[in-house]
C-alpha cells in the first residue's frame, strides 16, 4: 500500500508481537535485508505504475551514538555486536543504528544515501533532545 499510495516510505524491521522489541528480530535487519526490502517497495512501487525514484525512502534510527573518539565509537558498535550476535562492522551498517564520531555518522549517511537511496531519517532520542540538538548540529551539517 505505501509503494503505491505514500509519497515518504519509512522501512524498518519487524520488532517482535505488538508492544514488545525483541533484540532477535532487530538483529536480522541487517544492510543486506534492509536492501531487499528497498527492493520489495521499488519492484511494488513499480508494479503499481509509479516511478521508484519518485519515493522519499525513510528509516528509523533507533540506536545513535555520537562518539567522541573513533575508539568509543568501535567499542560501543562491538558491545552492541555482542548483543545482536553481529560483528561491529555490520552493526555499524544496520539502518537502525547510527554510531561513530561526527565525521563517520556523516559518511555513513552519506553512503546510505548513495547505496540505499535513504534521504529522510526519524532519530529516536529516548527522551534526551540535547542528544539529538548535537547529531543536528555535528553530523547533519556536514551530511
Known amino acids: 500500500i505505501a509503494a503505491r499510495e505514500a509519497d515518504i516510505v519509512n522501512v524498518i524491521s519487524d520488532a517482535g ?3 514488545t522489541i525483541l533484540p532477535s528480530e532487530v538483529a536480522k535487519l541487517t544492510d543486506e535485508a534492509f ?3 528497498l527492493d520489495f517497495v521499488r519492484a511494488e512501487a513499480k508494479a503499481a505504475g509509479r516511478d521508484p525514484g519518485a519515493l522519499t525512502l525513510s528509516a528509523a534510527i533507533f540506536i545513535p551514538m555520537l562518539a567522541d573518539t573513533p575508539e568509543a565509537a568501535r567499542d ?4 552492541l555486536g555482542g548483543f545482536f550476535g553481529l560483528p561491529e562492522a555490520e552493526v555499524r551498517r544496520m539502518p537502525m543504528v547510527l554510531i561513530g564520531t561526527a565525521e563517520e555518522c556523516a559518511a555513513e549517511l552519506r553512503r546510505r544515501a548513495a547505496e540505499w537511496g535513504v534521504t529522510h531519517y526519524i532519530l529516536s532520542g529516548y527522551g534526551k533532545p540535547a542528544a539529538a540538538e548535537r547529531i543536528a548540529r555535528e553530523v547533519l551539517t556536514r551530511v
Do not use: I
Not at 76 to 79: L, Q
Open 35 to 37: 536492501r531487499r526490502k
Open 76 to 79: 560501543f558498535a562491538t558491545g
Open 17 to 19: 508481537r505488538a508492544g
